[in-house]
C-alpha cells in the first residue's frame, strides 16, 4: 500500500515525528508550510486565534496530488484547541474521496481531542475514512520520547 505523511510543523516537534513514522511506516513525507509568518510570539498568537476561529493560509506545497496513495496520514498540532490553518486548508483542497486517513496531532496536552474532532469531520465531509488516530504530547518533552512515541504509533498503525 502507498502511503504519504503531510504534516505542518512550526517548531519542529510535529517534524520530528513525522520523520519518525516514515522510519518506521515507509512512504512519502511531505511537510505543508505555511506561506504566513508564524515566528515569534506574535506570529504564534495571529496563528493561535486563525486557528481558533477554523480560518486558512496560504500554503506550499498547494495542491498536492494524492491521487497515487492508498493511505493518507496528517499530522499537526493543536493550537486552541484546533488544527493549525495549514491543515484546515490543506483539507479544503484536497480530495480525500475512499481514501483512508490517520490523524496524529501534538499538543501540551489540552485540547487535543477536540482537535481530533475537528479533523474527522473534515475529512469525513471529503469522503475520507479515518482509519486512525493518535496524539502525542510535546510539553517540556524531548527528542527521546518524540522518538519512543513515533516507534508506538507505528506500531498501532502498521495493519492499518
Not at 22 to 50: N, S, T, Y
Request: net charge positive; aromatic share 10%; with cysteine.
Amino acid at each position: 500500500m502507498k502511503n504519504v505523511i503531510l504534516y505542518y510543523s512550526r517548531t519542529g516537534k510535529t517534524r520530528f515525528l513525522a520523520e519518525k513514522l516514515q522510519q518506521e511506516l515507509g512512504g512519502d513525507l511531505v511537510e505543508i508550510r505555511d506561506l504566513k509568518k508564524r515566528k515569534g510570539p506574535f506570529g504564534f498568537l495571529r496563528g493561535v486565534r486563525d486557528a481558533h476561529l477554523g480560518l486558512n493560509t496560504e500554503v506550499a506545497p498547494s495542491g498536492f496530488d494524492i491521487s497515487k496513495y492508498e493511505l493518507i496520514i496528517l499530522g499537526t498540532p493543536v493550537w486552541a484547541s484546533s488544527p493549525t490553518p495549514a491543515l484546515n486548508t490543506f483539507l479544503q483542497t484536497c480530495n480525500l474521496m475512499n481514501k483512508k486517513v490517520i490523524l496524529f496531532v501534538t499538543s501540551r496536552g489540552a485540547g487535543y481531542r477536540q482537535a481530533i474532532d475537528i479533523l474527522k469531520g473534515k475529512v469525513e465531509a471529503k469522503g475520507g475514512k479515518v482509519v486512525g488516530v493518535g496524539s502525542v504530547k510535546t510539553w517540556l518533552r524531548g527528542k527521546k520520547y518524540l522518538f519512543r512515541a513515533g516507534i508506538e504509533l507505528a506500531k498501532l498503525w502498521k495493519t492499518v
